[in-house]
């Protein structure tokens, strides 16, 4: 019986380990889960900022899906679906990678990773290195940056809020 017990619970740890692979690295983004994370801003040139976020798992909890709200005519203003993006864990790298598909046919890539609760996006933009933070305050609200990076430090703040979850 102690025989069976221990052949039993060593199969349930190793299929345990190798079905949540690729779940561990992702699994800081559970917390970001579950309603619609909402910020209201401006960015440092003036212009209005405001948008809206969605994450959820996709592929069987192996990559993160996200749907961004925003601004998509700059010149009516008109709100709606602006990203969809993907975040997912690239072995060969040891790195989580994300990409963001927009409306205006514009694809953006780069990487993310945390820093305890804080998760961080680093990528190009337009010929910049940028760096995106969401730095934890509670379960449901973020301080939000946007800087561009010099040798690993915010050289200019773009955009300095708060995103906070509601239960759309």
Avoid: P
Wanted: one cysteine or more.
């Amino acid at each position: 019986m102690r025989t069976l017990v221990i052949f039993l619970l060593s199969i349930f740890s190793l299929s345990a380990m190798g079905q949540t692979k690729d779940q561990i690295k992702l699994k800081d983004f559970t917390k970001l889960i579950g309603g619609m994370w909402l910020t209201e801003s401006e960015w440092s040139n003036g212009n209005q900022f405001k948008q809206e976020i969605r994450f959820e798992w996709g592929l069987d909890q192996k990559i993160i899906k996200v749907k961004t709200f925003g601004t998509i005519d700059q010149k009516t203003k008109e709100y709606g679906l602006r990203n969809e993006g993907i975040r997912a864990w690239n072995a060969q790298d040891s790195t989580i990678q994300f990409w963001e598909f927009d409306v205006f046919g514009g694809i953006t890539s780069g990487l993310c990773y945390f820093k305890g609760n804080d998760l961080h996006y680093e990528y190009e933009y337009h010929g910049e290195k940028l760096r995106e933070s969401w730095i934890f305050i509670n379960a449901n609200t973020y301080q939000y940056k946007v800087g561009s990076l010099l040798n690993g430090d915010i050289k200019k703040l773009y955009m300095e809020s708060t995103y906070k979850r509601t239960e759309k």
